[in-house]
């Protein structure tokens, strides 16, 4: 069975701290991205990886960056947490070849910075 | 910015009618996407449809897809108090085949 696994469900980090966010997939699949989801916004795309130490910027990478030293794991950092960065953070993977580009989704972190 | 933007944000039925979303997309595609997310969870694939294609159907789900207009819709048919969800459409983003850009759903409810 398909699974992509995000390391915590709930975090709770205080202002200024370095954060980790780890997703790990067990597809093989060359693409993970990192989504934050906030009411009324749907969900908004950080950060990209197609390949290992392949990246791209999404729509909102600021305060962010990301890290993809091997294919199945992709990690997504916060250098200095924020209030602002108070959310829920989705992992996702998917495969580049085939012309099935269907994500397949992690259950979720939800991140609270006080 | 987002790629897609659902219609409406917002949509309560009786359970046994059809619920019909709209996604409205902005560059060219390769491909639409349709998800759905239960309360507090990760999204879930529902159904994939190609540029060239114009409607495709999945048990109770159609989509279809008119690329002049940049939009597709998603029918759900016979609803029933189980499809509560929030929807989303999704698109790559054009330029990047495997980049992955949702809207910002639609909030279904179905009253018993």
């Known amino acids: 069975d398909v699974k992509v696994t995000q390391s915590s469900r709930y975090l709770v980090k205080r202002t200024g701290e370095k954060v980790f966010l780890e997703c790990v997939q067990d597809m093989d699949h060359e693409n993970m991205f990192w989504y934050r989801q906030d009411p009324g916004l749907g969900l908004r795309l950080i950060y990209f990886s197609y390949d290992v130490k392949m990246k791209e910027k999404g729509d909102i990478p600021e305060g962010y960056s990301v890290s993809r030293e091997k294919k199945e794991r992709f990690s997504l950092i916060l250098e200095s947490a924020s209030t602002n960065q108070t959310s829920m953070y989705l992992c996702?993977?998917?495969?580049?070849?085939?012309?099935?580009?269907?994500?397949?989704f992690g259950q979720g972190t939800r991140l609270t910075v006080v | 910015s987002q790629q897609g933007e659902e219609d409406p944000q917002a949509l309560s039925i009786q359970e046994g009618e059809n619920a019909t979303m709209n996604c409205s997309y902005k560059t060219s595609i390769n491909n639409l996407q349709w998800y759905r997310q239960n309360s507090g969870r990760g999204l879930v694939h529902l159904i994939l449809?190609?540029?060239?294609?114009r409607e495709k159907h999945s048990g109770r789900l159609r989509v279809t897809l008119d690329t002049s207009k940049k939009s597709s819709s998603l029918l759900i048919t016979a609803s029933r108090a189980a499809d509560t969800a929030s929807y989303f459409c999704?698109?790559?983003?054009?330029?990047?085949?495997?980049?992955?850009?949702f809207g910002s759903g639609t909030r279904l409810s179905i009253r018993p």
């Open positions: 996702a993977s998917s495969r580049s070849t085939g012309g099935r580009t269907e994500a397949f």
């Open positions: 999704a698109t790559d983003a054009g330029s990047s085949a495997s980049k992955i850009i």
């Open positions: 449809i190609r540029s060239n294609e």
